[in-house]
């Protein structure tokens, strides 16, 4: 018979010791105060309980200190100004800040997904002035000035052409990519350089499906494409 799997003893009486929340913590505090200058309060709280232990469960809080005037103190930040879905943003921003955790740290536009955060995914694939970036690797900084399009600002009302698309191939599964990946496929009938599936596949390399719905988001695509490619033909006659 099979045997069942039980875990040694001396595994069982000494497990691993869970990470410490309050040292992360307070090292997370310590980096703010030394990066930015501005004097940081650290803590954890509880924020709810564990199913059926009844142990809280805590929830790491980093925060700038008040000023006197009682605003967040703001001392090492760099102003900038956005234009996101068609609104000017001005915005006050640290450094390091990527254009990915602005948008849905600050801007709550959580649309953009963070995947890999190592640009490798294309969950966070965003068009900044026309041409489509992996927002996770962009300092907010470095943008100061652009025009930014998330899946939020894509369309109002109706759906955009490529989101339709997308609903009538059953181009997605769980959907947590899927916003990166209608984001590139706009960009890329934009830019003009796809005409085949097979240059479809090449361009859209970069956004990846852990669901596999590969097939059906090339059929998307292409159903756009083939679209404007009448719209134009009609036109010129």
Partial sequence: GIRPCTVPPRLAQHPPAPPNPRRSTLRNARTLERLSGTPARAGWRAVSARAGTGLPVFRKTVTPMLS?????ARTGTI?????????????QVAPWTTLLDLLREELDLTGTKKGCDHGQCGACTVIVDGKRINSCLALAVQKDGAEVTTIEGLSSGALHPVQAAFVEHDAFQCGYCTPGQIMSAVA???EGRARTREEIREHMSGNICRCGAYSNIVDAVEDVLKSKTS?????AE
């Fill in 231 to 235: 719209s134009f033909k009609e036109a």
């Fill in 68 to 72: 006197d005037s009682g605003s967040s």
């Fill in 79 to 91: 102003p900038i100004t956005l234009t996101v879905n068609g609104q000017e943003r001005q915005l």
């Fill in 188 to 190: 890329l009938i934009e």
